[in-house]
């Protein structure tokens, strides 16, 4: 009953967030902190839920198959195949936040470990692409050179986000079983771990899920081809946990790998598009994940002005932070600030980075306490509301003519006036 509770809940924030124009995954979210904190107003039935087994399980289960199917729809090619300008873009977007939010943490949060610092700043290093192609979209700007760059950049961003949320998972699990301190030799194992994984992982994915999915096309009952790729989602990240790293690593490198071919053998898919073959699944265990991180959220902090100081001070570096993607621009005549504005929504990413920063614990504590999560989830609506309309706007002033076009026009105009 927990379950479909929630998840009616979950839904009907969406439905309503849509209408009202809003991403829909707000809508969940604050469903669940709507939710999650009825027993303020006297209604007790709802205490205790967010801390139900069942529903932690089936929100685990949403946000897996959430990063699969991420990884479904990146194109392992195009990744590969991106310009400078979006690689430079997407650097500088994760590191430019994770210094600014270590130094926020540090300075508004004296005292507190090096690790909750580092976590809260990758936190700040996630981005959205989904929010912001979505608006590009609805602008027409998708096919703009802009609009290449931000889509570009922000799926390098994602697998620069993973790396650093598996380099920093493994320092806070290794400092919680060496009590505390770190060796240089062991965060070099960490980083070499991470990268190697990922890169076994993606690297000889490919052959291994070829070879499952290929062993699936021989049997007689319909459903192999999602059964085999959810089961090996599930191993993927699996294998991640075991090596210390976050299992939604894992899963992202398993979609990342999959690929149109691996389901050619199929007569009967129960999707057209591969890429959709897990859709059911996630829109129905997915809504559960953020309406229970919104359960976690406690709204009694926020008479705090303490937590509020320090949502708003968060805030202000996540958009800051990524303003300095601007400089990763190189080709000429781009509206620079649109692309710096394109990546500052966190939304689905930076919810589950700072899910994990709260139930992540060192010697019994989480590494985000209550109070650092809910301005962390704060900081996530307030970066995913701003975005839209300050990309409307910016892409509605007119821009100047890239140098080279103007060039070109007056070439034009000179030859038209020699040949009159």
Same mark, same amino acid.
């Given at each position: 009953?927990?379950?479909?509770?929630?998840?009616?809940?979950?839904?009907?924030?969406?439905?309503?967030?849509?209408?009202?124009?809003?991403?829909?995954?707000?809508?969940?979210?604050?469903?669940?902190?709507?939710?999650?904190?009825?027993?303020?107003?006297?209604?007790?039935?709802?205490?205790?839920?967010?801390?139900?087994?069942?529903?932690?399980?089936?929100?685990?289960?949403?946000?897996?198959?959430?990063?699969?199917?991420?990884?479904?729809?990146?194109?392992?090619?195009?990744?590969?195949?991106?310009?400078?300008?979006?690689?430079?873009?997407?650097?500088?977007?994760?590191?430019?936040?994770?210094?600014?939010?270590?130094?926020?943490?540090?300075?508004?949060?004296?005292? $507190? =470990?090096?690790? +909750?610092?580092?976590?809260? !700043?990758?936190? @700040?290093? &996630?981005?959205?692409? *989904?929010? #912001?192609?979505? %608006?590009?979209?609805?602008?027409?700007?998708?096919?703009?050179?802009?609009?290449?760059?931000?889509? $570009? =950049?922000?799926? +390098?961003?994602?697998?620069? !986000?993973?790396? @650093?949320? &598996?380099?920093?998972? *493994?320092? #806070?699990?290794? %400092?919680?079983?060496?009590?505390?301190?770190?060796?240089?030799?062991?965060?070099?194992?960490?980083?070499?771990?991470?990268?190697?994984?990922?890169?076994?992982?993606?690297?000889?994915?490919?052959?291994?899920? *070829?070879?499952?999915?290929?062993?699936?096309?021989?049997?007689?009952?319909?459903?192999?081809?999602?059964?085999?790729?959810?089961?090996?989602?599930?191993?993927?990240?699996?294998?991640?946990?075991?090596?210390?790293?976050?299992?939604?690593? *894992?899963?992202?490198?398993?979609?990342?790998?999959?690929?149109?071919?691996?389901?050619?053998?199929?007569?009967?898919?129960?999707?057209?598009?591969?890429?959709?073959?897990?859709?059911?699944?996630?829109?129905?265990?997915?809504?559960?994940?953020?309406?229970?991180?919104?359960?976690?959220?406690?709204?009694?902090?926020?008479?705090?002005?303490?937590?509020?100081?320090?949502?708003?001070?968060?805030?202000?570096?996540?958009?800051?932070?990524?303003?300095?993607?601007?400089?990763?621009?190189?080709?000429?005549?781009?509206?620079?600030?649109?692309?710096?504005?394109?990546?500052?929504?966190?939304?689905?990413?930076?919810?589950?980075?700072?899910?994990?920063?709260?139930?992540?614990?060192?010697?019994?504590?989480?590494?985000?306490?209550?109070?650092?999560?809910?301005?962390?989830?704060?900081?996530?609506?307030?970066?995913?509301?701003?975005?839209?309309?300050?990309?409307?706007?910016?892409?509605?002033?007119?821009?100047?003519?890239?140098?080279?076009?103007?060039?070109?026009?007056?070439?034009?105009?000179?030859?038209?006036?020699?040949?009159?």
């Amino acid at each position: 009953m927990v379950f479909v509770v929630v998840l009616l809940a979950a839904k009907t924030g969406s439905e309503l967030f849509e209408r009202w124009g809003q991403p829909s995954v707000l809508g969940e979210l604050v469903f669940g902190i709507l939710l999650g904190n009825l027993h303020l107003i006297g209604v007790r039935a709802a205490a205790g839920l967010a801390d139900n087994a069942y529903l932690e399980l089936a929100a685990e289960i949403g946000v897996i198959l959430l990063l699969f199917e991420v990884g479904l729809e990146s194109d392992l090619a195009a990744l590969l195949a991106v310009g400078r300008s979006a690689v430079a873009v997407a650097t500088l977007g994760v590191i430019a936040p994770v210094v600014l939010g270590y130094g926020v943490t540090a300075l508004l949060l004296p005292g $507190g =470990a090096w690790y +909750v610092n580092l976590f809260a !700043g990758a936190t @700040l290093a &996630a981005t959205s692409v *989904g929010i #912001t192609a979505r %608006v590009l979209k609805d602008l027409g700007k998708t096919t703009s050179g802009e609009g290449r760059i931000i889509l $570009g =950049a922000a799926v +390098v961003d994602d697998v620069l !986000g993973l790396v @650093l949320l &598996a380099i920093v998972t *493994g320092l #806070t699990v290794s %400092v919680s079983a060496g009590g505390g301190g770190l060796q240089a030799g062991a965060l070099a194992w960490i980083i070499a771990k991470a990268v190697l994984f990922l890169v076994v992982a993606v690297g000889g994915g490919k052959w291994i899920a *070829g070879a499952i999915l290929h062993a699936g096309t021989r049997a007689r009952v319909g459903g192999m081809a999602i059964v085999l790729s959810v089961c090996y989602c599930f191993a993927l990240a699996a294998a991640a946990e075991a090596v210390g790293l976050a299992p939604i690593v *894992g899963a992202f490198a398993a979609g990342l790998v999959l690929n149109e071919s691996h389901f050619a053998g199929y007569t009967r898919m129960c999707a057209r598009d591969f890429r959709e073959i897990v859709r059911p699944l996630t829109m129905l265990f997915t809504p559960v994940f953020f309406a229970h991180m919104g359960m976690r959220v406690d709204l009694a902090s926020f008479t705090s002005g303490r937590v509020l100081l320090l949502a708003a001070a968060l805030s202000l570096a996540a958009i800051a932070g990524k303003q300095v993607c601007m400089l990763g621009v190189f080709e000429k005549g781009l509206n620079r600030l649109a692309i710096g504005l394109g990546m500052i929504p966190r939304g689905e990413v930076g919810l589950i980075f700072a899910g994990i920063g709260a139930t992540l614990a060192v010697n019994g504590q989480p590494v985000f306490s209550p109070g650092l999560f809910s301005a962390m989830v704060l900081m996530v609506m307030v970066t995913t509301l701003v975005t839209p309309p300050l990309l409307k706007l910016v892409f509605a002033k007119p821009q100047p003519e890239p140098a080279a076009a103007v060039t070109e026009t007056r070439q034009g105009t000179g030859s038209a006036g020699r040949d009159a």
